[in-house]
């Protein structure tokens, strides 16, 4: 399986803190040692750093964690291989352009028969459950919307629909984002904490660090992070219900879907 | 305007001492200071490392220089912005997926007339010329291979056409890749230099750095590097004719058009 990590905030925040926790599940704390990712938006554009190697053993993950990259936008992925061999072109996440818009996308779960999956001109380019899926997603959105849609609730339904159709293909836990929105959603495993005034100190479960938030914001800041496993210690991280789908634009819940 | 610098190699290649030469151009021997970037090719899959920050001054350059990435196929660009303000999604290089293989793009030079170009599902993200004239040419091959070809002659006259139109609208230089092959056009200026047996040694112009490849190579190594300028006081940097396209694999030339 996979672990995922993502971020909605209401000012540019830098991910450092949550990432380092996530880097060390990548082949160290977790079995996820086949391939990392991270993608940042700023603004419409968005940047992905990516490795087949082990994230906790990783020189591009380790500028990560040292460089601070402030972003309203985070998709993450830590990746143990089960459709499709160690390589770049299995490594999430996924970026695909649609709308004037670039789509990243992350997957943590296994499907069965998803070969089946109709992804008209998004062909995949490697040979994951995964990117297939994203493919279809994608191509299904664009045959629903051809030139887009300016209706939220619309796109978010069609969108829960079709998550809800992958679900019956297997476990699909999954993070979406186009730079406007993160899109959520859980058929069996995923937590989210927003952080928010008045801030506290947050512990790593899984490396020795602290970071107390009242010295790293300002009152206004709003912070979502969502993760496969909760990454701090703090008691309030929440668990997605099944096939929950949350929508998140600055760091706060916009659409909720069960 | 901006700079470009490609790399077709037989084997696994690091480009670090081209880049070392292409960075400092990026803001400090070179006014190319509105953001970089860079693509690697490791088979069907590819990573891009941009920043919108000048390279000689840019953190994740310095990644670049000094942590070796190996690849069949490098695509990279320094900016100096003309059409479209200084940001993520206005950095080269861009990809799109076609065919299911991912389609890396950077250009340097200016167009006019470039809103009018039909990008069909293709919309640009950001607001430059390049990008629109990127999307424009995928639609255009989406639409005259609907399911791709496997007719390469046919795919670059196709391709070759479609630049001397791009032409007609300013100066179009390109570098576009699918890790199967790297495309150079020039409608005005563009160089390049095959690096074989024997091996020599070389400066760069950018910096003062030598490199003997005969210590850093094996007898069969076949590297040829493309760049706006030569990087290096070698004498056998070839310019590119008027709207010349050449095509690349292993290092060697498998097409020309003029």
Same mark, same amino acid.
């Given at each position: 399986m996979c672990e995922l990590l993502g971020m909605s905030a209401n000012v540019p925040t830098d991910i450092r803190f949550s990432f380092a926790g996530l880097k060390q599940r990548g082949g160290k704390t977790g079995p996820h040692k086949d391939g990392w990712g991270i993608t940042f938006y700023e603004d419409k554009g968005c940047r992905t750093f990516k490795d087949p190697k082990p994230s906790f053993d990783s020189k591009i993950a380790d500028l990560i964690e040292s460089y601070p990259i402030k972003s309203h936008f985070v998709v993450a992925h830590v990746r143990q291989a089960?459709?499709?061999?160690?390589?770049?072109? *299995?490594?999430?996440?996924?970026?695909?352009?649609?709308?004037?818009?670039?789509?990243?996308?992350?997957?943590?779960?296994?499907?069965?028969?998803?070969?089946?999956?109709?992804?008209?001109?998004?062909?995949?380019?490697?040979?994951?459950? #995964?990117?297939?899926?994203?493919?279809?997603?994608?191509?299904? +959105? %664009?045959?629903?919307? !051809? %030139?887009?849609?300016?209706?939220?609730?619309?796109?978010?339904?069609?969108?829960?629909?079709?998550?809800?159709?992958?679900?019956?293909?297997?476990?699909?836990? +999954?993070?979406?984002?186009?730079?406007? +929105?993160?899109?959520?959603?859980?058929?069996?495993?995923?937590?989210?904490?927003?952080?928010?005034?008045?801030?506290?100190?947050?512990?790593?479960?899984?490396?020795?660090?602290?970071? *107390?938030?009242?010295?790293?914001?300002? !009152? #206004?800041d709003i912070v979502t992070i969502i993760a496969t496993e909760p990454l701090t210690s703090e008691p309030n991280w929440i668990k997605f219900n099944p096939n929950e789908m949350l929508v998140f634009t600055d760091g706060q819940i916009i659409a909720q879907y069960n």
């Open positions: 089960n459709r499709g061999h160690v390589c770049l072109q *299995n490594t999430h996440p996924f970026t695909l352009p649609l709308w004037g818009r670039n789509w990243t996308f992350a997957h943590n779960g296994q499907l069965t028969g998803y070969e089946q999956l109709d992804c008209g001109l998004w062909q995949p380019i490697g040979e994951t459950d #995964s990117e297939r899926a994203f493919c279809w997603l994608i191509n299904q +959105m %664009q045959h629903q919307f !051809p %030139q887009g849609t300016s209706d939220n609730i619309e796109l978010f339904n069609f969108i829960h629909d079709a998550c809800n159709k992958l679900t019956a293909l297997g476990v699909f836990n +999954m993070l979406l984002s186009d730079g406007n +929105m993160l899109i959520a959603y859980s058929s069996k495993k995923l937590h989210w904490i927003t952080r928010k005034a008045p801030f506290s100190t947050a512990q790593l479960l899984d490396e020795d660090v602290a970071v *107390n938030f009242s010295e790293e914001t300002t !009152p #206004s």
